[in-house]
């Protein structure tokens, strides 16, 4: 429910840094300004063949429009890139897996379909994965806090939904169901809960489920009857949002597609500072709703398909193996294939000079190891063509953001022989399949020249995984990135 933690808590914390951020100035500028689309990350006007003052980039190249800057006419697939590329907690986090959350969730969609009404049941039981698990008895925040399968807070459920709930009596259910299991009481167990259920009816599943749709019915009035509104709203509140729409600016049909995308630091600014200091994942809460309701889908229709993703989320701690996966991706196995890939131009040797001007400087130490793997250290510093141009839109980025320099890549292409080598000595290496032998995965240290660096930093690798362009992990040293087919369009 709104404000409410459960499920979507524990998405991926560079949020609540972010959060921190927005609630002081800007690091940029963030000026609301009329004219052509420019990028939501470099703040650029398309192209006009003119230096800095005619759509340049100020360092004499002329700019080019973003490619990955929100189009209405893409809306679908910015939502479809939105819901992918955040799906992997969905994945991760689910009790007992997306497939036994899955299988839990479609239990209850008889019940659902009846409570949904004029909402698209699909949305609501995307809902229920997200929110709850499936598990009606689901707590967040302790007994203060969200309960049952769409995890209503109190307040709103009494204040606003028209149900009962009685606080003081279902905490001392609570606390008596707790007693009778762990005496192994279940008899005893289950007749608390069906009284605990008429007392507070957040826990009562058919209840709670047309308590939502109420919900998202009162939303919809409140946000100019937008459906996509009404569910965004679930989490942050329908008054956060409409805070940020205000700030948005826009008309009653402009999608929240179009508030996400087109929101950050130098763009829209104010939007996507109310967006951050939520200090939550709030602003992500539709995409995740999405990527429930694709595997819900898989679940009925593909179980072949969404076996093999779940498993791919789980051989990482991020998406990578989605983006590239081991069967369909090429791995170098020695220093000659990666000789060969780039005289081919599969690979393209890190542009050192080029590099430092977008704001990337090359460690020194990589291919620290190549003497031992019989070959000249150089060869280890290349990247496929579309994970180099990433990396500078990465590093563009950044820099411009927060006006400072540099990111340092420490670790570009490997060979399974310089890989094994590795895993001597560096915990973090894998033994199995390393997106470093692919030439699609960097590394970038940890070490950034200030706060506004970092935070800068972190927004772009957020932005850049609802795109669905990268799936990134922190190391204890680094910042481990690899890089999908979508960063194809930089090229």
Request: no cysteine; aromatic share 6%; charged share 30%.
């Amino acid at each position: 429910m709104p404000q409410s933690t459960s499920l979507r808590s524990v998405a991926l914390v560079a949020v609540l840094v972010i959060a921190a951020w927005a609630a002081a100035a800007l690091v940029a500028g963030g000026g609301e300004e009329e004219g052509p689309r420019p990028s939501p990350i470099f703040g650029q006007q398309p192209a006009t063949g003119g230096g800095a003052g005619e759509g340049g980039d100020g360092d004499g190249e002329e700019a080019r429009e973003d490619p990955f800057a929100y189009d209405p006419g893409r809306q679908g697939d910015f939502e479809k890139r939105a819901a992918t590329g955040l799906a992997h907690v969905l994945y991760a986090k689910s009790p007992g897996g997306a497939i036994a959350t899955a299988e839990r969730v479609a239990g209850y969609r008889e019940l659902i379909e009846d409570a949904a009404g004029d909402h698209d049941p699909n949305v609501i039981e995307a809902m229920v994965f997200l929110e709850s698990a499936g598990r009606a008895d689901a707590m967040a925040g302790g007994t203060e806090g969200a309960f049952g399968l769409t995890q209503i807070l109190a307040e709103t459920g009494s204040g606003l939904l028209d149900m009962r709930v009685d606080v003081a009596a279902s905490r001392g259910l609570t606390r008596q169901i707790g007693r009778a299991l762990r005496r192994g009481d279940a008899g005893r167990a289950e007749r608390l809960a069906a009284q605990r259920r008429r007392v507070d009816e957040r826990y009562d599943p058919a209840k709670s489920l047309a308590a939502t749709a109420r919900y998202l019915d009162f939303a919809k009035g409140e946000l100019d009857g937008r459906d996509d509104m009404a569910v965004a709203s679930y989490h942050m509140g329908v008054g956060n949002l409409q805070g940020v729409l205000a700030a948005f600016g826009g008309d009653d049909s402009t999608p929240y597609a179009e508030v996400f995308f087109d929101s950050s630091p130098l763009r829209h600014a104010k939007a996507w500072g109310r967006l951050a200091r939520l200090g939550d994942d709030s602003s992500t809460y539709l995409w995740r709703v999405k990527a429930a309701q694709e595997i819900m889908r898989l679940y009925r229709e593909d179980s072949g398909e969404l076996a093999r993703r779940a498993e791919l989320h789980a051989n990482k701690n991020s998406a990578e193996e989605v983006l590239r996966r081991p069967d369909d991706t090429e791995v170098f196995e020695d220093p000659d294939a990666i000789e060969d890939a780039l005289g081919d131009e599969e690979l393209v040797a890190l542009p050192v000079d080029r590099l430092r001007e977008r704001g990337v400087y090359v460690d020194r130490r990589i291919g620290e190891l190549a003497k031992r793997n019989k070959a000249e250290r150089e060869l280890y510093r290349a990247l496929r063509p579309e994970a180099l141009a990433l990396l500078e839109y990465l590093a563009g980025g950044t820099k411009a953001i927060s006006g400072q320099e540099p990111l340092i890549v420490t670790s570009t292409i490997r060979d399974r022989g310089y890989q094994r080598l590795l895993t001597r000595r560096n915990p973090e290496a894998t033994f199995g399949y390393s997106l470093h032998t692919t030439g699609f995965a960097f590394d970038l240290l940890r070490r950034y020249r200030s706060r506004s660096q970092a935070l800068a930093f972190q927004f772009m690798l957020d932005r850049l995984q609802a795109l669905n362009l990268i799936a990134w992990v922190r190391e204890p040293a680094a910042i481990h990135v690899t890089v999908g087919p979508g960063a194809r369009e930089l090229l």
